[in-house]
């Protein structure tokens, strides 16, 4: 799993290391941090606590061989959380060495950076889709971020105590139901796998998810892969 990850790192992760000892290009103060949702492939863990995912080694492109700390977290079911900083055209990893430098631990870093998404992005906002609701911002890449904004589904679980199931299956489509719609619910079950599968490399999470008395859990676990 973690070759898989380390493919798409390696040149932020090198580049990461020359800016560290140089300016920067973008803005990396902690009003710029953001964090992002990503697949981890076959795993299932059945927690929120983050969990570093810790090093590992990389071979660059003139075959010289590097250890990689990612800076990313394990989070719950299939999926991790990467720190990034917010640019125009893309999104570069925070390192651990950004989130020391910052004062932050992961999980300040988390809260800080979910403000910072509401702050620049918006608040975000439920609408229909299909039976469905459909959480947005103002940017389809930091959609899925939402899931991670514990004060938005707190104010949702005031209506509905029994809890809430969602979908993350990808970047732009983070859905939910009421867990007492069991119309809607057996849709999701059915659904999951082929929105996950057909969201390519844009797909995030095979698993439901489900929130209640404040904390998520596994409502069904991700496809095996």
Do not use: C
Request: net charge positive; proline share 5%; aromatic share 8%.
């Amino acid at each position: 799993m973690i070759r898989k990850l380390l493919s798409l790192l390696v040149t932020g992760a090198v580049s990461s290391t020359a800016v560290a000892q140089a300016p920067r290009s973008f803005d990396d103060s902690a009003s710029n941090l953001m964090v992002v949702l990503r697949e981890s492939v076959g795993s299932n863990k059945q927690d929120e606590a983050l969990v570093p995912m810790g090093k590992a080694k990389a071979r660059l492109a003139d075959g010289k061989e590097i250890e990689v700390d990612t800076g990313w977290y394990s989070y719950i079911g299939d999926m991790h959380v990467r720190f990034v900083f917010d640019t125009p055209t893309s999104m570069p990893n925070a390192t651990p060495q950004d989130l020391e430098r910052l004062k932050l631990t992961p999980e300040a870093a988390l809260e800080l950076a979910v403000r910072n998404i509401r702050r620049v992005y918006g608040e975000p906002k439920a609408s229909p889709w299909s039976d469905l609701m459909q959480v947005q911002g103002k940017s389809p890449d930091l959609d899925s971020s939402y899931f991670l904004d514990r004060e938005f589904w707190n104010d949702l679980l005031k209506q509905h105590p029994e809890g809430l199931v969602a979908i993350v299956a990808k970047r732009g489509g983070l859905l939910y139901a009421p867990a007492s719609n069991q119309r809607a619910v057996e849709g999701m079950r059915k659904a999951v796998a082929y929105l996950h599968a057909s969201s390519e490399r844009m797909r995030i999470s095979s698993a439901l998810y489900l929130f209640k008395e404040g904390k998520w859990s596994v409502f069904q676990a991700p496809v095996k892969q």
